[in-house]
């Protein structure tokens, strides 16, 4: 699982981090953020903003992105409301990131339906290239995370890597992904199963044929 505990505060981090501050263009977004919440309830704005930070943490560090302390303090006094309640937040919700990771956040889904079609080869495939769970690898590229259900059991197996999913993997087309990103280049998220759009069974409609074409007959329409 991905580390739930903040990185250890310590001179270094405040040094780094103890100055943070949005960008021109995220304090912009920042006060749009928070003016969709009615006047008093603008601590609702906690979780995208928390998100909109981690972002920026990505960009100065050319990686996914994490909250470090300091930013998190940053939001709790930008928000008007205590840090523990930021910590709160952030410590629950996966999709923050408390521990440097990573350009690439390679989230692997090993729950049943994704085990049953084949998570553990491409967990598999991941530790070929030198992967390790829970760590970074020593170029930066790439941090590995096994993650509970993604919602793409149709398209199992499946695995997130930083903001886009790619589903009906194999370890050749995982490597395909990967050598992408690798190089810069964008791979098409989704499914990768050639001529498979989204969830939609693979091989086309297979069941209740009939039943769509007499809905469709009755009155000439549906």
């Not at 601590?43 to 302390?69: F, H, I, N």
């Not at 069941?207 to 549906?222: C, I, P, Q, S």
Request: hydrophobic share 35%; with cysteine.
């Amino acid at each position: 699982m991905a580390e739930r505990a903040p990185a250890p505060d310590s001179p270094e981090l405040r040094e780094r981090w103890g100055n943070f501050a949005w960008t021109p263009e995220n304090a912009e977004q920042a006060k749009k953020v928070v003016a969709r919440y009615p006047e008093g309830r603008q601590k609702s704005a906690v979780m995208p903003l928390l998100d909109l930070a981690q972002r920026q943490v990505g960009a100065e560090t050319d990686t996914q992105g994490w909250l470090p302390l300091p930013v998190m303090e940053y939001i709790a006094g930008y928000l008007d409301m205590p840090i523990i309640r930021v910590l709160e937040v952030a410590t629950f919700y996966t999709m923050y990131n408390l521990a440097p990771v990573g350009k690439f956040h390679v989230q692997v889904c090993g729950t049943t339906p994704c085990m049953l079609r084949g998570s553990d080869d491409i967990l598999d495939a991941c530790y070929k290239r030198g992967m390790k769970q829970g760590h970074t690898t020593e170029d930066g590229l790439w941090t590995l995370t096994e993650v509970e259900c993604m919602g793409n059991c149709a398209t199992a197996p499946m695995v997130q890597i930083n903001d886009d999913n790619y589903e009906d993997l194999t370890p050749e087309r995982l490597d395909k992904v990967l050598d992408a990103l690798a190089a810069g280049e964008i791979p098409k998220a989704g499914t990768q199963e050639p001529g498979r759009h989204t969830s939609e069974p693979s091989g086309g409609p297979t069941t209740l044929k009939d039943m769509v074409a007499e809905n469709h007959d009755y009155r000439g329409e549906w």
